[in-house]
């Protein structure tokens, strides 16, 4: 059996912060887990607090209201188990700064982007329309995602490898049209593309759409 944590422990405001932020992120992680497994109505917050391993008081202490919980959980989905607040505070963002091959530069955004969708899409299948979906919640999806897009697609440009006649915006926009969840969904449900394939492809079509020498050449 696991042993609950106090709530003197975890949840009290004098706590030690350490122990509230690994409170918090056992918490996330079983609910992350539940609500893929079960989906969003079927979860109960004592459910979540028993696969955490706390007391059900700590789950609210920490976090108020299941919905409060659900969009913590989707941060994660994307974020995943980083303590991060944002893709630049992921240990890869430093690098991707440093990156001056722009097919490497492409490689990396793409391994990175597909796993935060391989996350994003079974979590997002499970829970439904359970997500907060309101204007300003959707405008902070798209504003995160667009940041991180638009930052790869600033470093292709500042290196001088963007195609001679694609401004920055457009090769912007064509990464948005291209890389989006809804056509990761397609291609793996779907079809039966694996992430690897999902993978393979979209840095073949990022680096013909946007490199001013398009894809390596492969031998013959």
Known sequence: ????????????????????????????QAAYRLFVEQGYDAVT???????AGVAVQTVYYLFGTKAALLAEVETHAVLGDRP???WRDAPWADEFAQLSDPVE???????????????LATFTIAVGPALPNGPE????????RE?????VVDRISALGELKPDLSPQRGFEIVCIVNSLHNYVVATSQYGWTSHDWEQWLC?????????????????
């Open 204 to 220: 073949h079509i990022l680096t013909e759409q946007l490199l001013r020498h398009g894809p390596p050449r492969t031998a013959t």
């Open 1 to 28: 059996m696991v042993r609950k944590q106090s709530d003197e422990t975890i949840a009290k405001a004098g706590g030690s912060p350490r122990r509230r932020g690994q409170g918090r992120s056992l918490i996330i």
């Open 105 to 119: 530069l492409i490689r990396r955004f793409v391994a990175a982007d597909t796993q935060i969708k391989s996350r």
């Open 147 to 151: 940041e991180f897009f638009r930052f």
């Open 84 to 86: 991060a607040k944002s």
């Open 45 to 51: 917050m004592q459910a979540i607090a028993d696969a």
């Open 137 to 144: 919640t959707q405008a902070g999806r798209q504003a995160r």
